[in-house]
């Protein structure tokens, strides 16, 4: 009986096959018309797992070979890395509504950072965070902070002349106190080097140590598998919640501890909080509104962890490279020295009459990468893009470390040579703006990227005009800085670390360091 109808239908089960594999071919097009990007092929399962962790050499190669738009995968999650500027903006900033979402939220939030606006989803508490953010960072407003850079910045020079070789700490201990200042209003009492440091400053640096390993990509599955979060800490290989477990007081800490002090200090102490503070601008405008208080904390905090490790690496790349410059220091020295003059330091209002020095700090952004890769936007529609398709969830890469070294972009990109952005001794518009990618983009562009270029204007023109950075070349078991200038691999990355010695210009220029800081309370 079953052979007989198996019989009968056999003419027509090749037509029935044919007619199914149409139908899921039809289907499969219907619902996406266009290929994925290429890449090369991976492992089942797994994926391009052996293209892991992505480095902006190995990004750049596979552009090499593959085109502007690479695709990878791995466990199941889809990469689309863009290869040129041209790319990263048309996606990233023009269609920035779909493509401005962010895949560590579990992570975060298993560890205590679910304050940090770089993992936040978008939605509403982000657009309030984002909000608050550009309301008190935006080009006016940074502004009012001036004075206390200012004045910071005179004590990092007299930290320098007197200890030189410990420039690394005096940046960190710079760049953290004039964020607490100008964000909590609270006093950070000077320190020297060897003596333990400011509480809050403590508190964010052991923060920040705990966020790189947390999230260096590849330490923790939970990063790919945030199921894992309801593992106990007992089972067996869950070391990770018991790391975790260790972190999360110090970083709820850094949430709450500043914030709750700079309340102490306004309620305690009529007037000792500056109205022009964070918090004092913050606070004006909430009234017992949790949710708003609540945003606003999470930006203050955020504003730290943003803002330090970032402007820090940019001032030892900006160190590194005049150690190997000496005649890109001597202009630079030749052009304050004209303009400012001995007798006082440069401000940001010297700025657009300092155009090689402007050119130098425009070149240390461009030079090194502070954020080579930059963090994934995810894409929240399957979109399409020059023909292909790129699928919904997937992250989004661009790779600002690339597109400083494309030819396309910049002649000679490995030399530090700040001429390249002035025409007629001035700086020309017609060269892309290292600011345009090294600060990320879109809905996602680094809300601090004002006060970051304003604060490096400030500390590389200070230490122009009173330093000469010497290379530490020669001396005992110490590294030069290269000409090359290695950077290590991080979310964050640095120059490797190096030897350099800070000199005065001359005996004018140490007196005017001693006399600007003894002006200070
Ligand atoms: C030279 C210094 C700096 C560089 C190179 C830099 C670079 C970046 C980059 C590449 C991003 C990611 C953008 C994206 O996803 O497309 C970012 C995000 C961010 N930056 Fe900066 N930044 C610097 C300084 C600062 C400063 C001074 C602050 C705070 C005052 C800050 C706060 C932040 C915050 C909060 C985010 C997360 C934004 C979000 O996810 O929506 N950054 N930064
Ligand atoms: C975002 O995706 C939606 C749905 O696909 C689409 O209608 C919209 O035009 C997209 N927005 C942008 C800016 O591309
Ligand atoms: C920019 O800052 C100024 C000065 O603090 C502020 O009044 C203004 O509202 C801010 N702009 C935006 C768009 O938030």
Same mark, same amino acid.
């Given at each position: 009986?079953?052979?007989?109808?198996?019989?009968?239908? !056999?003419?027509?089960?090749?037509?029935?096959?044919?007619?199914?594999?149409?139908?899921?071919?039809?289907?499969?097009?219907?619902?996406?018309?266009?290929?994925?990007?290429?890449?090369?092929?991976?492992?089942?399962?797994?994926?391009?797992?052996?293209?892991?962790?992505?480095?902006?050499?190995?990004?750049?190669?596979?552009?090499?070979?593959?085109?502007?738009?690479?695709?990878?995968?791995?466990?199941?999650?889809?990469?689309?890395?863009?290869?040129?500027?041209?790319?990263?903006?048309?996606?990233?900033?023009?269609?920035?509504?779909?493509?401005?979402?962010?895949?560590?939220?579990?992570? @975060?939030?298993?560890?205590?950072?679910?304050?940090?606006?770089? !993992?936040?989803?978008?939605?509403?508490?982000?657009?309030?965070?984002?909000?608050?953010?550009?309301?008190?960072?935006?080009?006016?407003?940074?502004?009012?902070?001036?004075?206390?850079?200012?004045?910071?910045?005179?004590?990092?020079?007299?930290?320098?002349?007197?200890?030189?070789?410990?420039?690394?700490?005096?940046?960190?201990?710079?760049?953290?106190?004039?964020?607490?200042?100008?964000?909590?209003?609270?006093?950070?009492?000077?320190?020297?080097?060897?003596?333990?440091?400011?509480?809050?400053?403590?508190?964010?640096?052991?923060?920040?140590?705990?966020?790189?390993?947390?999230?260096?990509?590849?330490?923790?599955?939970?990063?790919?598998?945030?199921?894992?979060?309801?593992?106990?800490?007992?089972?067996?290989?869950?070391?990770?919640?018991?790391?975790?477990?260790?972190?999360?007081?110090?970083?709820?800490?850094?949430?709450?501890?500043?914030?709750?002090?700079?309340?102490?200090?306004?309620?305690?102490?009529?007037?000792?909080?500056?109205?022009?503070?964070?918090?004092?601008?913050?606070?004006?405008?909430?009234?017992?509104?949790?949710?708003?208080?609540?945003?606003?904390?999470?930006?203050?905090?955020?504003?730290?962890?943003?803002?330090?490790?970032?402007?820090?690496?940019?001032?030892?790349?900006?160190?590194?490279?005049?150690?190997?410059?000496?005649?890109?220091?001597?202009? @630079?020295?030749?052009?304050?020295?004209?303009?400012?003059?001995?007798?006082?330091?440069?401000?940001?209002?010297?700025?657009?009459?300092?155009?090689?020095?402007?050119?130098?700090?425009?070149?240390?952004?461009? !030079?090194?990468?502070?954020?080579?890769?930059?963090?994934?936007?995810?894409?929240?529609?399957?979109?399409?893009?020059?023909?292909?398709?790129?699928?919904?969830?997937?992250?989004?890469?661009?790779?600002?470390?690339?597109?400083?070294?494309?030819?396309?972009?910049?002649?000679?990109?490995?030399?530090?040579?700040?001429?390249?952005?002035?025409?007629?001794?001035?700086?020309?518009?017609?060269?892309?703006?290292?600011?345009?990618?090294?600060?990320?983009?879109?809905?996602?562009?680094?809300?601090?990227?004002?006060?970051?270029?304003?604060?490096?204007?400030?500390?590389?023109?200070?230490?122009?005009?009173?330093?000469?950075?010497?290379?530490?070349?020669?001396?005992?078991?110490?590294?030069?800085?290269?000409?090359?200038?290695?950077?290590?691999?991080?979310?964050?990355?640095?120059?490797?670390?190096?030897?350099?010695?800070?000199?005065?210009?001359?005996?004018?220029?140490?007196?005017?360091?001693?006399?600007?800081?003894?002006?200070?309370?």
């Amino acid at each position: 009986m079953a052979l007989i109808s198996l019989a009968q239908a !056999w003419p027509t089960l090749p037509f029935a096959i044919l007619c199914f594999v149409l139908l899921v071919q039809i289907r499969s097009r219907l619902k996406s018309r266009l290929p994925l990007p290429p890449g090369p092929s991976g492992l089942p399962f797994v994926g391009n797992v052996q293209e892991f962790p992505l480095t902006p050499e190995r990004i750049s190669a596979l552009h090499a070979q593959y085109g502007d738009l690479v695709r990878l995968t791995i466990f199941g999650d889809e990469f689309i890395l863009l290869g040129s500027h041209e790319s990263a903006v048309a996606l990233l900033e023009k269609r920035s509504s779909n493509y401005s979402g962010r895949n560590m939220f579990e992570l @975060a939030d298993m560890t205590n950072f679910d304050w940090l606006l770089t !993992w936040m989803p978008y939605g509403t508490h982000f657009r309030k965070v984002r909000g608050c953010f550009h309301r008190c960072f935006n080009a006016t407003a940074i502004q009012a902070y001036r004075p206390i850079q200012q004045e910071e910045v005179k004590r990092h020079l007299l930290r320098l002349l007197e200890h030189p070789r410990d420039f690394y700490e005096h940046g960190r201990k710079l760049i953290g106190t004039v964020i607490i200042r100008i964000v909590y209003g609270l006093d950070v009492k000077d320190s020297l080097p060897g003596c333990p440091p400011n509480k809050y400053i403590s508190i964010a640096e052991e923060s920040m140590s705990a966020f790189s390993v947390i999230f260096h990509p590849g330490q923790y599955y939970a990063q790919s598998f945030p199921w894992l979060r309801y593992v106990p800490a007992w089972f067996p290989g869950a070391r990770f919640q018991r790391d975790f477990a260790a972190w999360r007081p110090i970083v709820r800490s850094m949430l709450n501890v500043p914030w709750k002090a700079a309340g102490k200090l306004t309620v305690r102490s009529e007037g000792k909080m500056p109205p022009w503070t964070f918090y004092a601008n913050t606070m004006e405008r909430i009234e017992n509104n949790e949710e708003d208080e609540y945003a606003a904390k999470c930006t203050a905090a955020s504003a730290y962890f943003g803002g330090a490790d970032t402007t820090l690496s940019t001032l030892q790349i900006f160190t590194a490279a005049m150690a190997s410059s000496p005649h890109v220091q001597k202009r @630079a020295q030749e052009e304050l020295d004209a303009v400012v003059g001995p007798g006082r330091l440069p401000t940001l209002e010297d700025k657009p009459s300092l155009p090689y020095v402007s050119a130098v700090a425009k070149e240390c952004l461009r !030079w090194r990468q502070v954020v080579p890769i930059n963090v994934p936007h995810i894409c929240s529609e399957e979109d399409e893009f020059n023909g292909y398709r790129i699928p919904k969830e997937a992250r989004v890469i661009s790779n600002a470390a690339g597109y400083s070294m494309d030819p396309k972009n910049y002649q000679d990109p490995e030399t530090f040579n700040p001429d390249r952005f002035l025409v007629d001794g001035k700086l020309s518009s017609e060269i892309l703006d290292p600011a345009s990618f090294a600060f990320g983009y879109g809905r996602r562009i680094c809300p601090g990227r004002h006060f970051a270029e304003g604060a490096v204007f400030l500390m590389l023109s200070n230490i122009l005009h009173t330093f000469t950075i010497e290379s530490g070349a020669g001396e005992a078991g110490k590294a030069a800085p290269s000409d090359v200038c290695k950077m290590t691999l991080g979310v964050v990355s640095f120059p490797a670390p190096f030897e350099c010695n800070f000199k005065p210009k001359s005996s004018d220029a140490e007196a005017l360091i001693r006399a600007s800081a003894s002006d200070l309370a």
